[in-house]
Structure formats: structure tokens, C-alpha cells
């Protein structure tokens, strides 16, 4: 599946490399935009939910969204777009 993570970060000059770590630990990734990962995984929405929330400050957002072979627009570059059509099908 993949899923789509975007998060506000609260906290000026906190070191979020956890953060990041643990996204890139997802089979494939694809982060472009500042705040925004693209990841295929196996795992679902809340178990992802659950491993970001330890990584992050309670006053930190985060929305994870199932967007395997559902409807969507937008403006990126090719690379992304290829990167969903191909990674949605693993």
C-alpha cells in the first residue's frame, strides 16, 4: 500500500532525525516536498500511526492517509508520479 505522511513540526530547531529514520525505514520511499513522505509499506495507517507518535512531540501533527489506487491530482514532478503508479502495485 501507500501512504501518504505529512506532519507540522512545533518545535524550532528540534533534531527530527528520528523522524526521518524511521520513515525511510518503509520498503520505498519518495520524499520531494519539505514535509511530506510517500511511502510503500505493508503496514497499516495505525501501525504507522502508533512508531511516528513515539518519535515525535505531543504537540507535533501528523496525518497518515491510505492513497493506494484512490483518486488524486496535484502538481509534481514525473518522477513522483511514476514513483506511485509503480510502488501502489508491489
Known amino acids: 500500500m501507500i501512504l501518504l505522511v505529512t506532519y507540522d513540526l512545533k518545535k524550532p530547531g528540534k533534531d527530527y532525525t528520528s523522524l526521518y529514520n524511521l520513515l525511510k525505514t518503509a520498503p520505498h520511499w519518495w520524499h520531494y ?53 509503480t510502488n501502489e502495485n508491489l
Open 33 to 85: 516536498m519539505e514535509s511530506v513522505w510517500i511511502i510503500q509499506t505493508t503496514e497499516t495507517v495505525d501501525m504507522w500511526n502508533t512508531k511516528i507518535a513515539a518519535v515525535i512531540d505531543q504537540n507535533d501533527l501528523v496525518l497518515i492517509v491510505d492513497i493506494t489506487k484512490r483518486p488524486r491530482q496535484g502538481r509534481l514532478i514525473k518522477e513522483a508520479w511514476d514513483w506511485i503508479r
